[in-house]
């Protein structure tokens, strides 16, 4: 296919076009013919008479002094002639702009996978809760699986768009959402190391995509719930631990896991103060410690002898989980709580009913309100000027939300027997 002429190769040159390709017979040895039409753009016909497109190309502004590159673009028959040709026209474009292809290729082989990215992401967080891993890990395995050997630079657009549509329909939007939320994040690390990666979820909503806007669960007013959850408590929670950290979640509006977690080195019985320092605002929270509260504690405090010591250390110990608290595993007593009470029930509506219980009924200020409740502070200027509220003014906040609490649920009639323990 080439004749020699000294030490100088004539190269042969024909119109790629699907015919001629076709018409080239395999030799012993490989061998190319180029384009005579685009500079650069060439064939290789193997002995084993796999044809692949090739670019030719010099990196950089060194002219003939440049390093020589030679990048496969296609395979003929996966590709017809002509669209090897616009890939090869739309490559030696950007050779012209400065880029070296083939170079990027290269980089792309030391582009992570994204198993590495995901335990790279978590060592990066290592105190990160048990509970938080075990959701990731489910995110990552369950919805993302199928992509974990692949490099993180050929993951491209259109799969992140098709896989939130099959995760939207299969799955629910809950699940599409913290698919392509967690895939962000793991790209967001990798792309500040890795010059040149694209993140294929910035990609996508920049080309339109868009996350659900989350849906939350509505309770009706607490006047309605509040007596039938309580004669759930009393009827279908049957553990003592248990009742008393349903109680503790409605007179506080603290959230499941910042009840469970509960230590007693942070009840400061002396001050009557709660302090919780792992919280989801990322800011300490503080919470008075009112008459309803004080009747709960002392009852845990009273049959914590009767605990092993691996778990005295919890307020709500649990005996048969591996953290010797009360853990999330509980998930089966809301149905009975919900079914006792004729009201459906999970623990977060708990925190919506202190919260509406203080909006709605006391009509106490907005600003004390999240503060008892330790939700993100508001950007607003005049708010975030004002002095914080002191400890007594939580207090005086606090007792009044529980007592109305109290008054809700005796409004409903009086309550059950509990079962024992």
């Not at 296919?1 to 004539?10: D, F, N, V």
């Not at 090739?54 to 502004?61: E, L, Q, S």
Request: charged share 30%; net charge positive; glycine share 8%.
């Amino acid at each position: 296919m080439s004749t020699q002429t000294g030490k100088r190769t004539a190269l042969r040159k024909i119109t790629l076009n699907n015919r001629n390709v076709e018409a080239l017979v395999p030799e012993d040895r490989p061998y190319i013919v180029w384009d005579d039409r685009l500079t650069g753009f060439g064939l290789r016909v193997q002995p084993s008479g796999v044809r692949s497109y090739i670019v030719n190309y010099r990196a950089g502004d060194g002219g003939r002094k440049a390093a020589n590159r030679r990048l496969v673009i296609a395979r003929h028959g996966r590709v017809k002639a002509e669209q090897a040709r616009r890939i090869a026209r739309k490559t030696l474009g950007q050779v012209a702009d400065g880029d070296d292809p083939a170079a990027a290729r290269a980089r792309s082989r030391t582009v992570p996978t994204l198993r590495e990215a995901f335990e790279d992401y978590l060592a990066a967080g290592p105190r990160r809760k048990d509970s938080t891993l075990a959701v990731y890990r489910s995110t990552v395995h369950k919805d993302l699986g199928d992509w974990l050997n692949r490099s993180l630079a050929t993951i491209e657009r259109r799969d992140v768009e098709q896989r939130f549509q099959h995760l939207t329909e299969n799955a629910g939007w809950v699940q599409a959402n913290n698919a392509v939320k967690m895939l962000r994040v793991l790209y967001r690390r990798q792309c500040v190391d890795h010059e040149g990666l694209h993140n294929p979820v910035d990609q996508w909503r920049a080309g339109g995509g868009r996350p659900h806007r989350p849906r939350r669960r509505r309770i009706a007013a607490p006047a309605e719930v509040l007596p039938g959850w309580h004669r759930g408590f009393e009827t279908a929670v049957r553990n003592d631990v248990a009742r008393d950290a349903f109680r503790f979640g409605l007179y506080t509006g603290m959230r499941r896991a910042e009840v469970f977690e509960l230590e007693w080195s942070r009840v400061d019985m002396a001050r009557a103060v709660i302090r919780i320092e792992d919280t989801k605002s990322g800011e300490p929270l503080e919470f008075p410690v009112t008459r309803q509260l004080a009747a709960i504690l002392d009852r845990r405090l009273a049959g914590r002898e009767g605990f092993s010591a691996k778990t005295r250390d919890w307020v709500f110990p649990s005996e048969i989980s591996a953290s010797g608290h009360l853990t999330g595993g509980m998930q089966h007593l809301n149905a009975r709580i919900g079914e006792a009470g004729g009201s459906k029930f999970w623990f977060h509506a708990l925190r919506n009913c202190f919260i509406s219980v203080a909006d709605r009924d006391l009509m106490l200020p907005a600003s004390l309100t999240k503060r008892l409740v330790n939700h993100s502070r508001s950007q607003d200027v005049t708010e975030g000027y004002a002095a914080d509220w002191t400890m007594e003014q939580l207090r005086d906040a606090a007792q009044r939300i529980a007592d109305r609490i109290d008054e809700l649920i005796r409004a409903g009639g009086p309550a059950p027997a509990a079962r024992a323990a």
